[in-house]
């Protein structure tokens, strides 16, 4: 017990420091996340969106994949675009293998479906008369669509926060594509699976706290939006 | 008085389900027409049709003399001439402003010339102090006013009430009753459905009755 409460008092101490690995596995951690929600947010919202509005045949179909897509595991996700970026892969010329853009790439892939998917739930949970509404108003089709998006636009914050939520907080695809490098891509996970292995058990705990820290505060603004 | 719609085998089907058949209707302009039927009669899915936001199965529709093509943006343009207003309408998030001025936002109207509309809307339905009030925090019957000057400040062609007087308060009855019985003397059509089992009679009064989708006896009432 004595070790946990030591490891716990040290882990404030590095926290109140700003010990610098520390604020960089933050930072690395929160910049290629927000990188990859906005991609997430640039492709999925539109994809939820078209499958919510859509009247094809192919409908359920399309809310099978993405429903398969949420769950995929993130090494795959991880495998899969090592796949694309290592040096003999289609993309290794770039270079981009254990980069943070590697990590955003990997992170867009795992939060687009999640992001299409809380999109899609806004959309079929919207007040159906909105459509008709804009319409007979005198709307077009594009319009009409803006003023949904507009009405349930925290559906959508929701969902974008859950993307960032997913990737802030996962560490296959961080590890695999980042390569888990001291002040370039280690994020705040690869650091605690890295430290805790190291025996320094208290680094790692401070990354947590922070990490579970960032976690609570992504919650309660989901809960807080979803509430509305 | 001249034609204003014309419907000509026109079909509505859900499926295997029939909601509406007419062989042949016709609708002029400046009147007022009351749709009557009893529920899943077709009437809140021909209003859809006459509002050009449900296209038909089957059949043609003509407007002022033109067929209607579904397909192209003929209908967007038709459609900015006839507004639908449901039974239980929906108000967008923020003020009744913002409500009332929507569609002539759509329309590309602004500033003074909105305003002014927005204004003599709201104060034909008895709402002008209303104007910066939060949409969603209205009653039930200031809601139907709110959507009712919404669709006036649009000075449609058509006018399509969906049960526009039921579950509001008799206050709220008597004064919608009043603008509509108005709007036809003012060029506006206006076909509404209703359950009443006295409905506006009279002059420049037509009946519309559906039973299980077609036209059982339309009925026009002649100027005396």
Same mark, same amino acid.
């Given at each position: 017990?004595?070790? !946990? ?8 101490? !590095? ?48 809310? @099978? ?31 981009? !293998? ?43 089709? #594009? ?13 959508? #914050? ?28 280690? @994020?705040?996970? @690869? ?38 | 008085?001249?034609? %204003? ?9 859900? *499926? ?13 302009? *400046? ?8 529920? *899943? ?29 579904? +397909? ?11 507004? $639908? ?8 998030? *923020? ?9 002539? +936002? ?15 809307? %709201? ?35 058509? %006018?399509? $009430? ?47 009755? $559906? ?14």
């Amino acid at each position: 017990m004595d070790f !946990l409460v030591s490891s716990f008092a040290e882990a404030l101490r !590095l926290i109140g420091s700003f010990s610098p690995d520390v604020v960089d596995a933050v930072r690395t951690s929160l910049s290629v996340a927000v990188g990859a929600t906005v991609f997430a947010a640039l492709f999925g919202v539109p994809v939820g969106l078209a499958v919510g509005l859509s009247d094809s045949r192919w409908k359920g179909f399309a809310v @099978t994949v993405l429903n398969t897509l949420m769950a995929v595991p993130t090494v795959v996700v991880g495998l899969f675009v090592y796949g694309f970026l290592s040096r003999q892969g289609p993309l290794g010329a770039l270079g981009l !293998l254990f980069t943070p853009t590697a990590i955003v790439i990997g992170g867009t892939l795992l939060a687009s479906p999640i992001v299409a998917n809380y999109t899609l739930a806004s959309v079929r949970g919207a007040d159906p008369r909105i459509l008709p509404t804009a319409l007979t108003l005198g709307s077009g089709r #594009f319009r009409a669509v803006a003023t949904l998006v507009g009405e349930i636009r925290f559906g959508m #914050f929701a969902a974008v926060i859950a993307g960032f939520g997913r990737v802030v907080a996962e560490v296959g695809v961080a590890m695999m594509l980042g390569g888990n490098i001291r002040g370039y891509t280690r @994020t705040m996970t @690869t650091a605690i699976a890295l430290e805790t292995s190291k025996g320094e058990f208290s680094f790692g705990m401070a990354l947590g706290i922070v990490l579970m820290t960032v976690a609570l505060i992504v919650n309660l603004f989901l809960s807080l939006l979803q509430r509305r | 008085m001249t034609e %204003l719609y014309r419907l000509r085998s026109v079909t509505k089907r859900y *499926g295997s389900n029939v909601a509406v058949d007419i062989d042949a209707l016709t609708i002029d302009s *400046g009147r007022l027409y009351t749709l009557t039927g009893a529920n *899943g009669a077709g009437k809140s899915t021909l209003l859809g049709i006459l509002a050009f936001l449900t296209p038909p199965t089957s059949g043609e529709i003509f407007y002022a003399g033109e067929r209607i093509d579904w +397909k192209s943006d003929m209908v967007r343009m038709r459609r900015r001439k006839v507004t $639908l207003l449901h039974q239980s309408p929906y108000l967008f998030g *923020g003020t009744v402003f913002r409500n009332v001025v929507y569609g002539l +936002k759509a329309r590309g109207i602004a500033g003074d010339a909105a305003l002014r509309s927005v204004d003599r809307a %709201l104060e034909t339905v008895g709402l002008d102090r209303f104007r910066d009030r939060d949409a969603r925090e209205l009653s039930g019957g200031e809601a139907q006013r709110v959507a009712m000057a919404r669709a006036l400040a649009l000075g449609p062609e058509v %006018l399509l $009430l969906d049960e526009p007087l039921a579950n509001i308060d008799r206050e709220t009855a008597v004064l919608l009753e009043t603008v509509i019985s108005l709007l036809p003397s003012r060029g506006t059509t206006v076909i509404m459905t209703t359950h009443d089992p006295d409905p506006p009679a009279g002059r420049n009064v037509g009946s519309i009755v $559906l039973e299980g989708g077609k036209v059982a006896a339309p009925r026009v009432s002649l100027p005396a």
